[in-house]
């Protein structure tokens, strides 16, 4: 039984799964004003606020993003719902497309998400 709850999405904006509680993809487990990026994971193509969000909801296990791919939109900001390639994200604080700040310490997880060796 699936019991994850979806964050609701303007029409042709990518969905965001995990235990959000905000439409700014703010998660149960990461809820500070700047915990605002959802982060499309590779194995499965769908949004997540978090590796423990996905954790506790796929079936499988995550897969890095690899550097090669950071041309990828992967990357959703819960403020102005637009998506951001890898390498955007990794080199700013805050969105480029609205300005809203991203949370740096996020930087802190990379390995969980994208190839960095």
């Known amino acids: 039984m699936d019991n994850s709850e979806k964050c609701p999405q303007a029409t042709g904006r ?10 700014q993809t703010r998660c149960v ?3 500070t ?4 990026v959802a982060i499309k994971f590779k194995c499965c193509g769908r949004y ?3 590796h423990r969000c996905h954790d506790a909801e796929a079936n499988h296990p995550a ?6 791919e950071r041309d990828v939109p992967a990357i959703l900001c819960g ?17 480029p497309m609205c ?11 990379y390995d969980l998400y994208f190839d960095v060796d």
């Open 14 to 23: 990518p969905d965001v799964y995990g235990q959000v509680i905000d439409d």
């Open 48 to 50: 997540f606020p978090c």
């Open 79 to 95: 403020v102005c719902r637009r998506e951001i390639t890898i390498a955007q994200y990794m080199s700013v604080s805050t969105c």
């Open 99 to 109: 300005g809203a700040e991203f949370n740096e310490r996020c930087a802190l997880h």
């Open 63 to 68: 897969r890095t993003w690899a550097r090669d």
């Open 33 to 36: 004003a700047q915990d605002i």
């Open 29 to 31: 487990h990461y809820g």
